[in-house]
């Protein structure tokens, strides 16, 4: 197009044809909305949880196990003068064991959580890091467009699917960190 053209009729021709220039695509895609997950696996599959849970990420190292308690809880360990229960996801997720890995590779995601409550966190195999994802690209209801059905969002620990497009095979599925810990503790 030519620039001597007034900017009214170059912004018009770009609603007709449904062509964008690639540089507004650009800042549209650097203007969306983004959150922050931990990105981490349990067996092959992927899970996150929002940052703001996640007070830190600990070696498993040794724990305390507790007579009685749910069979989801591994233990407890002293981290830093708190007393932190360590959960077992596997418990209540499917995970293909033959994926998992040395436990002495395992990390512990220990959640921020008030401090008059229990410290918690959960035993992955591996984490991936922090990811920011497009608000687009996160599911919590099905989503058929973007390959995610309601057998994705089925599991009552699985808060939201993050699928960035339908193609995309190796999704993410978000977690409840609240409902993780309750259904340990109430086990």
């Known amino acids: 197009m030519s620039t001597e053209l007034p900017e009214k009729l170059l912004e018009l021709g770009d609603e007709e044809s449904g062509d964008r ?4 695509q650009e800042e549209e895609e650097e203007t969306e909305e983004r959150e922050r997950f931990v990105v981490f696996r349990i067996g092959a599959d992927r899970y996150a949880v929002d940052v703001e849970w996640v007070r830190s990420v600990v070696e498993v190292g040794e724990y305390t196990r507790v007579p009685r308690s749910a069979e989801a809880i591994d ?7 708190d007393i ?3 959960i077992d996801p596997r418990v209540y997720l499917p995970a293909d064991e ?3 890995v040395d436990p002495e590779d395992q990390r512990v995601l220990v959640f921020d959580r008030p401090s008059d409550r229990q ?20 599911h ?18 699985v808060r939201a699917v993050i699928s960035p497009s339908p193609d ?3 999704r993410i599925s978000v977690l409840d960190v609240e409902g993780l810990v309750a259904v340990a503790g109430d086990a």
């Open 98 to 100: 033959s994926a998992a």
């Open 84 to 86: 932190t229960a360590v």
């Open 21 to 24: 220039d690639p540089e507004s």
């Open 119 to 138: 410290g918690a966190g959960i035993r992955v195999d591996q984490v991936s890091g922090v990811e920011s994802i497009a608000v687009s690209s996160i």
């Open 168 to 170: 995309d095979a190796d």
């Open 140 to 157: 919590r209801q099905p989503a058929p467009e973007a390959g995610v059905d309601a057998a994705a969002l089925a599991h009552r620990l």
């Open 75 to 81: 233990g407890v360990i002293d981290l830093r003068g």
